[in-house]
Nanobody
């Protein structure tokens, strides 16, 4: 099995910064695309940022220029640096990874989520 564990969420004032981390563990042969998604109360889950195995990135328009996604393949970790945070960034942030397991099975995995709250 594969587990994704997020950390780094918390409460921050508007204009502040947070850095989220997500570590993958388990029977992993290769991790393809990794991503961060978020879900605010009463809203659908949305994609925030994605990064391919070779470092190609993509961002939601709402976070471009403020958030940066990166990864450390050796550590099986993806990061989300969030700057200039706004109250509308308040949400539970989820890590997601497209994983090929040892043995060849490929699945999409999710972390348990980490709360980010931005106060005005």
């Amino acid at each position: 099995q594969v587990q994704l564990v997020e950390s780094g969420g918390g409460l921050v004032q508007a204009g502040g910064s947070l850095r989220l981390s997500c570590v993958a563990s388990g029977s992993i042969f290769r991790i393809n695309t990794m991503a961060w998604h978020r879900q605010a109360p009463g809203k659908q889950r949305e994609s925030v940022a994605t990064i391919t195995s070779i470092g190609r990135t993509d961002y939601a328009d709402s976070v471009k220029g403020r958030f940066t996604i990166s990864r450390d393949n050796a550590k099986k970790t993806v990061y989300l640096q969030m700057n200039s945070l706004k109250p509308e960034d308040t949400a539970v942030y989820y890590c997601n990874a497209d994983v090929v397991q040892v043995g060849g099975r490929r699945n999409d995995y999710w972390g348990q989520g980490t709360q980010v709250t931005v106060s005005s």
